[in-house]
């Protein structure tokens, strides 16, 4: 179902206590602002995870990553199953900065997708286009690969449950944040390629989230784009007031 929706991505950021005091200032603000119709979603480590949901009750929880492996001798990884055990519901995946710094392939991807999806966790699933790609004009190419690599060997009915994040890697954390009609195209763009594979039912159902320097004093122009959903927020989800800026943004 196509909702409203801003997931705050913490990244590698904050200790344990930092985080607990992060998610119940959200969750405290959130509660207190009224605002029912905007699905709000934290995401801090997987350390985090199960001490972070014994305090939200309105705000849900999510994951940053899964394994790639059911189980197993894999040191060092955390399973769907684990993050699913915590209390979390939802798991961020193709990240860029999984796709960059950790190898995380389109075909990898495709495997925490089906593990997400068998441990009964919504993916948030990340693409996006370098500088270099867009000014190659080669940006909607790799959007499309990233999709159909990544995760449309989905079923329709499975694919109704996911959640699309359109980050373009030159606006994270770069302050550069897309100008409204370069999110707007670029939505649209996805919004259409879902309808190609799956039909228009399913594409107008499917939240699009924007991500990228969002922040509260350019989330509204962002949101109030047709085919723009929402957010997924990194650096300005780190503050409870700065996050609930971009919540009450739409
Ligand atoms: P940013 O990160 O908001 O700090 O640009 C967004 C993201 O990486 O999800």
New binding site residues.
């Given amino acids: 179902m196509r909702k409203k929706i801003v997931a705050g ?1 913490w ?1 590698c950021n904050t200790n344990l206590k930092e985080g607990i005091a992060l998610a119940s200032e959200v969750e405290k603000l959130y509660t207190q602002s009224g605002v029912k119709d905007v699905l709000t979603i934290v995401s801090p480590p997987f350390v985090h995870l199960t001490e972070v949901a014994k305090v939200l009750k309105n705000v849900k929880l999510s994951a940053q990553n899964c394994a790639a492996e059911p189980k197993g001798a894999f040191t060092g990884e955390v399973s769907a199953e684990m993050v699913k055990s915590t209390g979390a519901e939802f798991c961020i995946i193709g ?3 999984r796709r960059e710094y950790y190898g995380d392939t389109n075909s990898i991807l495709a495997k925490k997708v089906k593990l997400a999806m068998a441990n009964g966790l919504t993916p948030i699933f ?1 693409i996006g286009e370098v500088l270099a790609e867009r000014e190659s004009g080669k940006l909607f190419d790799v959007i499309k690969t990233q999709l159909q690599d990544g995760i449309f060997f989905l079923s329709a009915e499975e694919f109704g449950k996911v959640i699309i ?1 359109y ?1 373009p890697v030159w ?4 302050g550069v944040v897309a100008t409204p009609a370069q999110a707007q195209e670029m939505h649209k763009f996805i919004r259409e390629q879902i309808s190609l594979k799956y039909g228009k039912s399913v594409a107008d159902s499917t939240s699009i989230l924007y ?5 509260a004093s350019n989330a509204k122009e962002l949101f109030a784009n047709p085919d723009v959903d929402g957010g ?6 780190l503050k409870a007031e700065e996050f609930l800026g971009i919540i009450t943004a739409f």
């Avoid at 997924?232 to 989800?237: D, E, M, Q, R, V």
Wanted: contains cysteine.
């Fill in positions: 991505n990244k990240h860029s900065e990340c994040a980050e606006a994270i954390g770069t991500g990228g320097s969002c922040k997924l927020i990194g650096g300005a989800a």
